[in-house]
């Protein structure tokens, strides 16, 4: 193709948005003028859009309510969240760790973001699960370790190369991912010991690991 | 806005304190208002196949969050994000484990017949979305299907702004390929 | 003896022929006789380890690139090997061990890739970014990576092996096994030992070797598939526990009572030893060997 066409076919997205430079957006309105094909890939790109945002919502062939029912009775009334991190036991903050850091992690936040934040946007912090959720499925003995870990990943990503961190955060949000869908089978099945001891198993792991992101911070000096 | 669609705001708002408060019917209709809309992000942004689980964890999720739901934002903007970000989230996951099976083929996929019958032109249209590359896909949905800015998307996917304006524009090519527009 | 106990930096001599070690462009040797118990380490190193083991007591230290900043200082029953640069960043070496068979060795780094072959004392490894691959080891071997693959090889000695972002090979091994990975597959492969444990979060397990009567063998999956081959004449009491996967079995399965999502364990001719696999959400695939 033509390097011209192909310069304005790049940029005919941007073009449809009304977000290009102002002098790309005069060269490629030049173009147009005069060149039929690039008009063409621009009308059917345009047309694209159009399909797109009429697409819409799609009912489900089969009701999904009756699970979600389910969990819902065994979970419980829904977190309520009060005041005052410092009151917080460490196994509430661990737990609120735990629910809001698969979507920080995956999202990459910065900074010294507090464990105790969550990342759906809100402004209220925590307190205990009530008796009407699970027992707390994180072991006791490893909660106070687990939370500190985390502290020192937290206030050590500074310190790493991008690419560790991507590493590191990545491998975080698998055991996370295995935290939580071990977290969500016991709620549906309380009395499975295998599914227990296999939450267990893992967040022994997620202490391990945690163990050596620590010796890794502290390689980065 | 129109005297019905203030009261359809009303009533959600109620439904989700009453939800906060334990009460599943109110949860129940919150979760048919917006089923449709969850259930279709998950097909497009991963498949038929894994999409009613998708649909299941989002408001299973959202039954254990509605506590941060603070009502700054409208239910079903607060929820759609929540199942954005989960649905982003076990992208990778699923992509590992098919990635060890022999992974999916895009080819397949647009041949493949959907679970439903819809007419002409948006039969079409569904398929050829589905059969987009991965990322292409995601962006595609986020930005024309669902509204997103490329802003919301890159911090969303934790990519460039950059990234998400190419990767739009590669799935708008393949789109009017497809569609042979 | 005090001057034995004294912290010396020795400067590496000047270029001499290398003993071959597949470097191309050998610029340094150096040679130190090691004291029976002396350890050998590498710390704070990035780039490429070679260790090789041989007889008697003397250390060989081969080094391409420049070396100026290589440093080697013996204390305390240790002999140190380290590489910076300026002000005092690592700087990358591509280094060469000829190391006494007997003697404990230590490296550790982070963008480092590292192969030993043939030691009998014990292994350390540890490194962030890049592979590690051990052969014919008879020492206990503890070999640790972030992102790299590990591969070991003709073993006698016990492994513990982690990657926690890329697969690990074993094969023909004989010693105790440890294995894990957290987002990688296990491949363990004509093992010969009594006990192997295998652990991965997001990743398939594929075994293949004896079962050894008295042996435990163990295998932990979160989200993956385990295909265990097994001896056509095991004899084992064999555990399985799944939430939500499938099980197959080319051995005959009676169990009296099963419940979806729990445990059920059945015996297989005189269960002498011990398998127990765990998937959390994977399949699991018991195939009848030679």
Request: with cysteine; charged share 25%; proline share 4%.
């Amino acid at each position: 193709m033509d390097e011209r066409h192909e310069w304005v076919q790049e940029r005919l997205s941007e073009h449809l948005e009304g977000s290009l430079p102002a002098i790309e957006e005069e060269r490629v309105q030049r173009h147009l003028a005069v060149c039929e094909a690039c008009r063409d890939v621009r009308a059917g790109l345009s047309e694209v859009r159009g399909l797109a945002r009429r697409l819409g919502p799609i009912e489900p062939p089969r009701d999904l309510w009756p699970p979600i029912a389910a969990a819902a009775s065994r979970l419980g009334r829904p977190e309520r969240f009060s005041f005052s991190v410092p009151q917080l036991a460490a196994a509430a903050v661990v737990l609120i760790t735990l629910s809001a850091s698969s979507a920080w992690w995956a999202k990459g936040g910065g900074g010294p973001t507090p464990p105790a934040s969550v990342a759906e946007p809100t402004t209220a912090p925590v307190r205990p699960m009530t008796a009407a959720q699970p027992s707390a499925p994180v072991p006791e003995e490893l909660a106070a370790e687990l939370d500190m870990l985390e502290g020192v990943l937290l206030a050590g990503r500074d310190r790493l190369d991008a690419n560790t961190v991507h590493v590191l955060e990545r491998n975080l949000l698998v055991i996370e991912r295995a935290i939580e869908d071990s977290y969500r089978a016991l709620s549906l099945d309380p009395e499975n010991e295998f599914v227990r001891d296999h939450l267990r198993r893992t967040y022994e792991r997620k202490l391990e690991y945690l163990r050596e992101v620590s010796r890794i911070v502290d390689l980065a000096g | 806005m129109g005297g019905t669609a203030v009261a359809e705001q009303v009533q959600e708002q109620d439904d989700v304190r009453r939800a906060v408060d334990g009460d599943a019917e109110a949860f129940e209709r919150l979760y048919r208002s917006h089923v449709g809309r969850v259930y279709a992000l998950a097909v497009r942004m991963v498949d038929v196949e894994r999409a009613d689980d998708l649909t299941q964890e989002v408001f299973i999720r959202a039954w254990n969050k509605l506590g941060t739901f603070r009502g700054q934002a409208r239910f079903g903007t607060w929820l759609h994000r929540l199942a954005v970000n989960l649905i982003l989230s076990r992208r990778e996951t699923l992509k590992a484990r098919d990635g060890r099976r022999g992974g999916g083929d895009d080819v397949v996929a647009l041949a493949a017949s959907p679970r439903r019958e819809r007419p002409g032109m948006r039969m079409d249209l569904e398929a050829a979305v589905r059969a987009l590359p991965e990322r292409a896909r995601e962006v595609f949905v986020l930005y024309d299907v669902e509204g997103y800015s490329h802003e919301e998307i890159a911090d969303l996917m934790d990519v460039s702004v950059g990234t998400s304006k190419s990767q739009l524009h590669r799935a708008r090519m393949l789109m009017r390929e497809y569609l042979e527009l | 003896m005090s001057l034995l106990a004294l912290l010396t930096a020795v400067t590496l001599a000047p270029p001499m022929t290398p003993a071959s070690m597949h470097l191309h462009v050998p610029v340094l040797d150096t040679v130190v006789e090691l004291r029976r118990g002396e350890r050998v380490i590498l710390r704070d190193v990035s780039g490429t380890v070679r260790v090789e083991a041989v007889g008697g007591d003397r250390l060989e230290v081969m080094s391409a690139g420049r070396t100026d900043n290589v440093t080697l200082r013996r204390a305390d029953g240790r002999v140190t090997i380290s590489a910076t640069g300026r002000g005092g960043s690592r700087r990358s070496v591509d280094v060469g061990l000829r190391v006494p068979a007997w003697a404990d060795v230590a490296l550790d780094g982070v963008d480092l890739d590292v192969s030993v072959r043939g030691m009998e004392g014990s292994v350390t490894i540890g490194s962030v970014s890049g592979d590690i691959a051990v052969e014919g080891t008879a020492g206990t071997v503890r070999a640790r990576t972030l992102e790299g693959e590990i591969v070991a090889e003709s073993t006698t000695g016990p492994l513990y092996l982690s990657s926690h972002s890329d697969d690990v090979y074993v094969r023909s091994a004989s010693g105790p096994l440890e294995v894990q990975s957290l987002d990688g597959d296990l491949y363990l492969e004509e093992l010969r030992a009594s006990t192997v444990r295998a652990e991965t979060q997001a990743g398939d397990v594929t075994f293949s070797g004896e079962i050894l009567v008295g042996g435990s063998y163990r295998f932990y999956l979160h989200d993956g598939d385990a295909r265990l081959e097994l001896p056509a004449t095991l004899s084992a009491t064999v555990r399985v526990s799944t939430f939500h996967g499938t099980f197959e079995s080319d051995f005959p399965v009676m169990v009296s009572g099963f419940t979806s999502g729990r445990p059920f364990e059945f015996t297989v001719g005189g269960g002498e030893a011990e398998v127990r696999v765990e998937v959390f959400d994977g399949e699991i695939r018991l195939v009848r060997g030679n």
